[in-house]
């Protein structure tokens, strides 16, 4: 039998969800499992409402599901606010400390699916409340299967420092553990013994950083806002091993101008925010624009407009990064769907923006960075960076260099300031070929026209819409992090006998135009999937392509996707057309 | 004297005749062939404004860039490679207004730049509104009632948050500036020159003549600037006296000397190594 289990983990924010869903989440990993984790919490250090979504299955899982089996409710808010998604044979795992609500259930439900445990009293008895945690780790981890040893090796490397707290925790760990023993669980499963794991245990902030860090960016500045941070605090981890240094600036516009002052010094550099700061970006990459400097800016979308809500998903920005800052200049726009893919998509991002000498944007999401994925590619690491730039030995007179000499496919050999003999002139003005402020009307249209001529080469390094059963008579069509809960959609629908496939972007801009079209030729109708309220990937094919979309599949609530809405949606689109 | 003409191109100049901002280019030139940087040497880095345009106006390496934002780029450039001499050249409006926060951030910072403020206490380039340093009063088309805010204090400002090399410099004092600026670009780390412009078109108040009658030059036997009280008193005087010089000077350290990835060097120098990172990214 197949594996595919929820485990959902909430209580208040300071309760430590996270480092229980962690332990839970690296033992599955450990013995070769795969699984998806998300992390909803709201904008507040303590209190509130957060939780932690595992899904384990012994096949690669892609999306969150929107059934519950197993609910470890640190407290009764917990347990009321996830009764509705609870699956028929789940059960809850609930604090006795906390469980003054118990009597108020259905009698059905108090008898079935609810599991009263000690947690806190437990974690007191081991020598602290504090590790509630590890004795709802324990209960989670008896009742899916797991042997002690597994979970107790866990511990082991997460609490490695501290002899005594390492010892109340596996304390508590037992407790909690033995307190389930002989509980029948529906979706017990048989633990795989001596697995190994599948792949890497990563954030997707995790792997956009090991891609920049791939991509031999050096220089990484960046002002924090959710849900980007993460980006740079896993970077900021390598700065005593690897010459790459994270800068705090003193706001997003610093952030963005030094990243250009240090691009245009000859160094790759990446910064990385979400929607608000990239509005405050939006003059910057204009200068990235007008001064042909490689630029590399992750956008991590959150909803908004403005501060919107801080801590959610969202796919909001789409059409924002494409058209962002005045007047026009070509860019390179990327989604990746999946932590491999967003790893490779670093390394093309910094090589692309420098071969082309223009700016680079990354979206991501809340959903995408704050997950704990597993990749099922081994990362490469490029033996060697190919660097786009020209020293005095590459020019016949370096005395004579032109930063902005005009060339057929508009790129000009790029130089750097003090390396040499040849001057390097650049500025936010309209200029001449040499990087002097000039009106003429020659150098104007000569100007636009060169940084215009870039976009046919990078048109060509876009990637077009990935398939998925892509023949089919009707299309999903969505982009980014939205992947994985399109193609399990997709399988839902294809194992209720609709004839239906997915098609999703991740190289968006300039838009893969031939590419998209040829995509979409066989199928009948496309339905855009999005995270926005005006499906602003459909609105952009419709006025690429000519094609339209029969409807969109749009959720704004600011939580991922679940493949089942999308299948039930969409089913019912399909049969209105019966 | 040393040759100052290879700072000289032939790119045409359309500052108004008579603006100050040409003792403060000469003065650039002066240092520059003093400090014997040649050229390729050389990056300067502006925002925007008609100060902001000086390095178009001499043969070196620039980036000119946005209105406020200099800092930021040559922070950046500066972090990216140690090694380079960088200066940078802004209006008070671009300094004090719009860059208001990079400012406070450098000079908290104190990284090895030299900034250069061509002070006018006007907006010049947009055609003469109030600058942060514009008096209280001053009038202009903008502001036709007179400025209703305090001007700022930017030497105050900058001694307040810890600055170790702040300077005031006057156009019309070509050798007395480059010398400053001489002594700016040795300093290992953040330094603030802020020189007083005329600005012939849209300043009548602050003239080569009010400048003349206040003027006066810190004498260096007398005056140690050293003592960062006594410097806060000169940031003070204004309206009978107004000192220039080197108002106050500490020792320092580098910012760039304090991140532990350039111990090994310029990050542009160091190697791209393979090996340490695919360890690295197979141990995350
Ligand atoms: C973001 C932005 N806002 C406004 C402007 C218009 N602008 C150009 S120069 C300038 C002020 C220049 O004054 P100052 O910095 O004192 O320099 P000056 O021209 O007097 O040397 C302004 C407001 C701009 N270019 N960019
Ligand atoms: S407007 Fe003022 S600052 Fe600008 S060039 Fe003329 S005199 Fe100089």
Redesign the interface.
């Given at each position: 039998m197949s594996i595919d289990v929820t485990v959902t983990i909430g209580g208040e924010a300071g309760q430590g969800i996270q480092t229980v869903g962690d332990i839970i989440a690296r033992v599955c990993h450990k013995v070769g499992l795969y699984l998806l984790a998300i992390n909803d919490f709201e904008s507040r250090i303590r209190g509130g409402h957060s939780f932690m979504q595992i899904r384990i299955s012994d096949q690669p899982v892609l999306a969150p599901y929107h059934k519950i089996d197993l609910l470890i409710a640190l407290n009764t808010e917990t347990r009321d606010l996830h009764k509705k998604e609870m699956a028929e044979t789940g059960l809850v795992l609930l604090d006795a400390e906390k469980e003054d609500a118990k009597e108020n259930l259905p009698e059905q439900a108090r008898e079935k699916n609810v599991l009263p445990i000690a947690f806190s009293q437990m974690a007191k008895d081991a020598g602290g409340k504090i590790m509630t945690n590890t004795v709802a780790a324990g209960a989670c981890l008896a009742l899916l299967g797991a042997p002690f040893s597994a979970f107790e090796q866990i511990l082991k490397t997460t609490f490695a420092e501290k002899e005594k707290i390492l010892e109340n925790n596996i304390t508590a760990g037992r407790s909690g553990f033995d307190a389930v023993k002989n509980t029948d669980f529906a979706k017990a499963f048989d633990w795989p013994s001596n697995g190994s794991a599948k792949g890497?245990l990563?954030s997707g902030s995790?792997a956009l950083a090991?891609g920049a860090?791939?991509a031999?960016c050096?220089?990484a500045?960046f002002y924090p806002m959710s849900p980007a941070t993460g980006i740079m605090i896993?970077l900021a981890e390598?700065?005593?091993?690897?010459?790459?240094?994270v800068?705090q600036?003193?706001?997003e516009?610093?952030?963005v101008?030094?990243?250009?002052?240090?691009?245009?010094?000859?160094?790759r550099?990446l910064t990385a925010t979400s929607g608000g700061g990239f509005s405050l970006m939006a003059?910057?990459l204009g200068?990235a624009g007008i001064?042909e400097t490689p630029a590399v800016i992750i956008n991590s979308q959150r909803p908004g407009p403005a501060t919107g809500l801080p801590t959610r998903t969202g796919q909001g920005d789409l059409l924002f990064v494409i058209h962002a800052s005045q007047d026009e200049f070509p860019r390179f726009v990327f989604a990746p769907g999946s932590p491999n893919q967003a790893y490779d998509t670093m390394i093309r991002a910094f090589h692309l923006s420098e071969k082309y000498q223009v700016p680079a944007i990354i979206l991501t999401d809340q959903y995408f960075n704050d997950s704990l994925w597993m990749t099922t590619r081994k990362?490469a690491?490029?033996?060697?960076?190919e660097r786009f730039v020209a020293f005095d030995e590459d020019m016949t007179s370096p005395s004579d260099y032109k930063r902005f000499a005009v060339t057929a496919s508009g790129i000009s050999p790029r130089a750097l300031?003090?390396k040499?003999?040849?001057?390097?002139?650049?500025?936010?003005?309209e200029h001449d070929e040499a990087?002097?402020?000039s009106e003429t009307i020659a150098d104007r249209n000569t100007m636009v026209e060169k940084r215009q001529a870039k976009i046919k080469g990078m048109t060509g390094e876009m990637k077009g819409p990935k398939g998925y059963h892509g023949e089919s008579e009707s299309l999903l069509v969505g982009w980014g992090s939205s992947d994985g809960a399109i193609r399990e959609a997709v399988d839902l629908l294809r194992f209720d006998n609709f004839d239906v496939g997915g098609l999703v972007f991740s190289d968006i801009w300039p838009f893969p135009q031939k590419k998209t079209k040829e995509a979409l030729s066989s199928c009948k109708r496309f339905i855009t999937v999005e995270q926005n309220a005006s499906s602003q990937l459909g609105l952009l094919i419709r006025q690429q392509t000519g094609h339209s979309f029969h409807t969109s599949l749009l959720q704004y609530d600011g939580r991922p996707f679940t493949p089942n809405w999308i299948a039930e949606h969409t089913k019912s689109v399909l049969e209105e057309i019966r | 004297m040393k040759d100052t003409t290879q700072y000289n191109n032939d790119?045409e100049n359309k500052w108004c005749p008579g603006c100050g901002n040409f003792g403060i280019l000469n003065a650039i030139k002066k240092s520059l062939a003093d400090t014997q940087i040649p050229?390729?040497?050389?990056?300067m880095?502006s925002g925007?404004g008609q100060a902001a345009?000086t390095?178009?106006f001499l043969?070196?390496?620039?980036?000119?860039?946005?209105h406020g934002?200099a800092?930021?780029?040559?922070?950046?450039?500066?972090?990216?490679?140690h090694?380079?001499?960088i200066l940078v050249n802004m209006g008070d409006g671009d300094c004090y207004g719009e860059g208001g926060?990079?400012l406070?951030?450098a000079l908290r910072r104190n990284i090895n730049l030299t900034l250069l403020v061509h002070n006018n206490m006007v907006y010049g380039l947009t055609k003469g509104q109030a600058s942060p340093t514009s008096r209280h009063g001053f009038v202009t088309k903008a502001q036709p009632q007179g400025v209703a805010c305090q001007a700022s204090n930017p030497l105050a400002l900058a001694l307040s948050q810890g600055a170790g090399f702040v300077a005031r410099g006057y156009c019309g004092e070509i050798e007395h500036l480059s010398q400053l600026i001489s002594a700016g670009i040795s300093y290992p780390g953040f330094s603030l020159i802020d020189i007083l412009q005329v600005c012939v078109s849209f300043n009548k108040e602050n003239t080569y003549t009010f400048y003349k009658d206040r003027v006066y030059t810190l004498d260096k036997e007398e005056y140690k600037a050293d003592d960062l009280h006594q410097a806060l008193d000169l940031t003070m005087e204004w309206e009978e006296k107004i000192p220039i010089g080197i108002i106050y000077q500490k020792e320092t350290r580098s910012y760039t000397d304090e991140?532990?990835?350039?111990q090994?060097g310029p990050?542009?120098k160091?190697?791209?190594?393979?090996k340490?990172?695919?360890k690295?990214?197979s141990d995350?």
């Amino acid at each position: 039998m197949s594996i595919d289990v929820t485990v959902t983990i909430g209580g208040e924010a300071g309760q430590g969800i996270q480092t229980v869903g962690d332990i839970i989440a690296r033992v599955c990993h450990k013995v070769g499992l795969y699984l998806l984790a998300i992390n909803d919490f709201e904008s507040r250090i303590r209190g509130g409402h957060s939780f932690m979504q595992i899904r384990i299955s012994d096949q690669p899982v892609l999306a969150p599901y929107h059934k519950i089996d197993l609910l470890i409710a640190l407290n009764t808010e917990t347990r009321d606010l996830h009764k509705k998604e609870m699956a028929e044979t789940g059960l809850v795992l609930l604090d006795a400390e906390k469980e003054d609500a118990k009597e108020n259930l259905p009698e059905q439900a108090r008898e079935k699916n609810v599991l009263p445990i000690a947690f806190s009293q437990m974690a007191k008895d081991a020598g602290g409340k504090i590790m509630t945690n590890t004795v709802a780790a324990g209960a989670c981890l008896a009742l899916l299967g797991a042997p002690f040893s597994a979970f107790e090796q866990i511990l082991k490397t997460t609490f490695a420092e501290k002899e005594k707290i390492l010892e109340n925790n596996i304390t508590a760990g037992r407790s909690g553990f033995d307190a389930v023993k002989n509980t029948d669980f529906a979706k017990a499963f048989d633990w795989p013994s001596n697995g190994s794991a599948k792949g890497k245990l990563l954030s997707g902030s995790n792997a956009l950083a090991l891609g920049a860090l791939a991509a031999d960016c050096r220089l990484a500045a960046f002002y924090p806002m959710s849900p980007a941070t993460g980006i740079m605090i896993h970077l900021a981890e390598f700065m005593d091993q690897l010459p790459v240094l994270v800068e705090q600036a003193e706001d997003e516009i610093s952030a963005v101008n030094m990243i250009i002052g240090a691009s245009y010094a000859g160094v790759r550099a990446l910064t990385a925010t979400s929607g608000g700061g990239f509005s405050l970006m939006a003059e910057g990459l204009g200068l990235a624009g007008i001064t042909e400097t490689p630029a590399v800016i992750i956008n991590s979308q959150r909803p908004g407009p403005a501060t919107g809500l801080p801590t959610r998903t969202g796919q909001g920005d789409l059409l924002f990064v494409i058209h962002a800052s005045q007047d026009e200049f070509p860019r390179f726009v990327f989604a990746p769907g999946s932590p491999n893919q967003a790893y490779d998509t670093m390394i093309r991002a910094f090589h692309l923006s420098e071969k082309y000498q223009v700016p680079a944007i990354i979206l991501t999401d809340q959903y995408f960075n704050d997950s704990l994925w597993m990749t099922t590619r081994k990362m490469a690491v490029p033996e060697e960076i190919e660097r786009f730039v020209a020293f005095d030995e590459d020019m016949t007179s370096p005395s004579d260099y032109k930063r902005f000499a005009v060339t057929a496919s508009g790129i000009s050999p790029r130089a750097l300031p003090c390396k040499g003999r040849a001057l390097v002139c650049a500025t936010a003005n309209e200029h001449d070929e040499a990087g002097h402020m000039s009106e003429t009307i020659a150098d104007r249209n000569t100007m636009v026209e060169k940084r215009q001529a870039k976009i046919k080469g990078m048109t060509g390094e876009m990637k077009g819409p990935k398939g998925y059963h892509g023949e089919s008579e009707s299309l999903l069509v969505g982009w980014g992090s939205s992947d994985g809960a399109i193609r399990e959609a997709v399988d839902l629908l294809r194992f209720d006998n609709f004839d239906v496939g997915g098609l999703v972007f991740s190289d968006i801009w300039p838009f893969p135009q031939k590419k998209t079209k040829e995509a979409l030729s066989s199928c009948k109708r496309f339905i855009t999937v999005e995270q926005n309220a005006s499906s602003q990937l459909g609105l952009l094919i419709r006025q690429q392509t000519g094609h339209s979309f029969h409807t969109s599949l749009l959720q704004y609530d600011g939580r991922p996707f679940t493949p089942n809405w999308i299948a039930e949606h969409t089913k019912s689109v399909l049969e209105e057309i019966r | 004297m040393k040759d100052t003409t290879q700072y000289n191109n032939d790119y045409e100049n359309k500052w108004c005749p008579g603006c100050g901002n040409f003792g403060i280019l000469n003065a650039i030139k002066k240092s520059l062939a003093d400090t014997q940087i040649p050229p390729e040497k050389i990056l300067m880095v502006s925002g925007i404004g008609q100060a902001a345009k000086t390095p178009h106006f001499l043969h070196c390496n620039f980036f000119h860039g946005l209105h406020g934002r200099a800092l930021p780029v040559a922070t950046g450039a500066k972090l990216a490679d140690h090694d380079l001499t960088i200066l940078v050249n802004m209006g008070d409006g671009d300094c004090y207004g719009e860059g208001g926060n990079h400012l406070l951030a450098a000079l908290r910072r104190n990284i090895n730049l030299t900034l250069l403020v061509h002070n006018n206490m006007v907006y010049g380039l947009t055609k003469g509104q109030a600058s942060p340093t514009s008096r209280h009063g001053f009038v202009t088309k903008a502001q036709p009632q007179g400025v209703a805010c305090q001007a700022s204090n930017p030497l105050a400002l900058a001694l307040s948050q810890g600055a170790g090399f702040v300077a005031r410099g006057y156009c019309g004092e070509i050798e007395h500036l480059s010398q400053l600026i001489s002594a700016g670009i040795s300093y290992p780390g953040f330094s603030l020159i802020d020189i007083l412009q005329v600005c012939v078109s849209f300043n009548k108040e602050n003239t080569y003549t009010f400048y003349k009658d206040r003027v006066y030059t810190l004498d260096k036997e007398e005056y140690k600037a050293d003592d960062l009280h006594q410097a806060l008193d000169l940031t003070m005087e204004w309206e009978e006296k107004i000192p220039i010089g080197i108002i106050y000077q500490k020792e320092t350290r580098s910012y760039t000397d304090e991140l532990a990835p350039l111990q090994s060097g310029p990050l542009f120098k160091q190697t791209y190594d393979p090996k340490k990172i695919r360890k690295a990214i197979s141990d995350a």
